[in-house]
């Protein structure tokens, strides 16, 4: 079935320097991948997501960049803040809005003032 | 306009009583998913409904798990004679067609 995975599991940087969380899938008929924030307690927050027809996508301070090819998607966070500290989820799906989400398995973030 | 609504946001139970959760789509969502996370992990599918139908029910154990979204009020996820494997936290998603899935606060339950 499919699988993505995420790396790393931790990252830790410094305020204001960038944050690059990336993901691989294996299923070749994806084409939505969607980020999510999790903060602790809460349910996950749709933070920037990408379609198979699109290379890459920026909103403000967070960038999402698709290679179909090698199959696999990153997320860049750039001049951190501590409000960015949570755990981030990538996931794939194979048609958006309307078919289950195959999530990795999260990345704990956090930025060091 | 109102996000995903789930209800209780806590819930225990000993083992062998039955669980219900609940679930409000946001307002003009005709599409509703359940996943289950345990702690320090991801988010697992569970399955897929529309109104008055499952379209996806891949996720679901065979036994004990059941899930309903029915023409009027929320989705329902039951769980029977729960068991200690059961406590995790169970998300709701909504999502119109086409677009992204918005999650809900979910159900923390506990089986004692």
């Known amino acids: 079935g499919e699988n993505v995975e995420q790396h790393p599991s931790t990252l830790s940087v410094q305020e204001g320097d960038s944050a690059v969380i990336k993901c691989t899938y294996s299923d070749s008929a994806s084409n939505y991948f969607p980020w999510y924030k999790q903060e602790l307690g809460k349910g996950p927050q749709l933070i920037i997501d990408i379609r198979s027809n699109v290379g890459e996508k920026k909103d403000q301070r967070i960038a999402v960049t698709l290679n179909k090819t090698a199959k696999h998607f990153s997320l860049h966070i750039t001049e951190t803040q501590p409000e960015d500290s949570a755990v981030y989820f990538c996931a794939a799906s194979r048609i958006q809005g309307a078919q289950k989400l195959v999530f990795g398995q999260g990345t704990r973030l956090t930025i060091n003032p | 306009n109102a996000g995903v609504m789930q209800n209780p946001r806590h819930l225990v139970r000993r083992r062998g009583q039955e669980a219900r959760l609940r679930c409000s789509p946001m307002?003009?969502?005709?599409?509703v998913y359940w996943y289950r996370q345990l702690p320090e992990e991801g988010l697992k599918f569970m399955v897929y409904?529309?109104?008055?139908?499952?379209?996806?029910e891949s996720g679901m154990p065979k036994e004990r798990f059941s899930a309903e979204f029915p023409k009027e009020g929320p989705s329902i996820l039951r769980i029977q004679q729960v068991v200690r494997g059961d406590s995790a936290a169970y998300f709701c998603?909504?999502?119109?067609?086409?677009?992204?899935?918005?999650f809900g606060p979910g159900t923390r339950l506990t089986v004692l």
């Open positions: 409904l529309q109104k008055e139908n499952i379209i996806d």
């Open positions: 307002k003009g969502h005709s599409h």
């Open positions: 998603a909504s999502s119109p067609v086409r677009e992204g899935q918005f």
